[in-house]
Structure formats: C-alpha cells, structure tokens
C-alpha cells in the first residue's frame, strides 16, 4: 500500500475513533441538570428497570475510564498519522523543479500513450483479419454440407 493510500486510510480510522468517541460519550454519560430552572436529573442507579443487565452497570460505573481510553486512542491515531505525513518524501528544488517534473512526466505519459495507441489499432487490425478468416471458414464448412 503506498503512503497516501496509509493516508487516507488513517484519516478514516481517525474519523471513526472520533465518531465512536462521542457517540459512547453521547450514549454513556451520566445526565446532568443543565439549568437551575428544571428539575434534577434522576440519577443513575433509580432509573434501573428489570431490562437493566449487569453490563450496564459495568458501563457507567466505568464510565470515569471511558474519556480517558478513548482520547488515548484518538492521540495514538494522530501519532501514527503524523508518523506517515513525517514520512512523505519532501519536494526537492521547490516550485520550478516540480513543474519541470511534471513537464517531463507528462512528455513521458505521452509518448507511452501513442505507443499504446498503436498498439490497439494493431490489436484491432489483427481482430478483424481472424474475424475475417473465421468468417470465410465457417462459410466454407457451411458450403461443404450436403443439403439432405
């Protein structure tokens, strides 16, 4: 896999972590009253119903813990993220060097792009002279049938 391909790839995993971070966060956080004006939220442990397993209980009570993993997951993805920009080659010469690269680059191209050109006009030649000969040879196995 080449490096901008590590790139890109990291930035999904990056946007992933963070997507899951917040959502967890959204879905994990204990309620808390925002405004002095309503009521206090009900806390945790009296909104238990008969649905509520023990690994709900285990969420919240680990939910201290929770910001914590997910942020160090989210720094070590941008760690490896800036590992793999640190690793990109750097641009040697500056602008006109580059635009001189390319210059020669895109004379390459076309010249490749010709030759391939050719190439197919000599692969769609010889297509129609088998297409032809196929032709003639199954009018001749036709021919040689005697009609019954």
Do not use: H, W
Request: proline letters at 7%; glycine letters at 4%.
């Amino acid at each position: 896999m080449d490096i901008i391909s590590q790139l890109q790839e990291q930035v999904n995993s990056i946007a992933a972590i963070t997507f899951n971070a917040f959502g967890t966060l959204q879905r994990d956080a204990p309620p808390v009253q925002l405004s002095p004006n309503y009521p206090e939220p009900p806390a945790a442990a009296a909104t238990t119903t008969t649905t509520t397993t023990a690994t709900d209980g285990d969420a919240t009570a680990a939910f201290p813990e929770q910001p914590k993993q997910l942020s160090a997951d989210l720094v070590k993805a941008a760690k490896q993220f800036d590992a793999l920009v640190a690793a990109l080659p750097l641009s040697e010469g500056g602008e006109e060097a580059q635009l001189k690269r390319i210059a020669e680059l895109q004379v390459e191209n076309d010249l490749i792009g010709q030759e391939l050109q050719k190439q197919l006009e000599a692969a769609e030649k010889e297509l129609k002279q088998v297409q032809e000969l196929f032709g003639q040879a199954a009018d001749n196995c036709l021919n040689m049938k005697k009609p019954e």
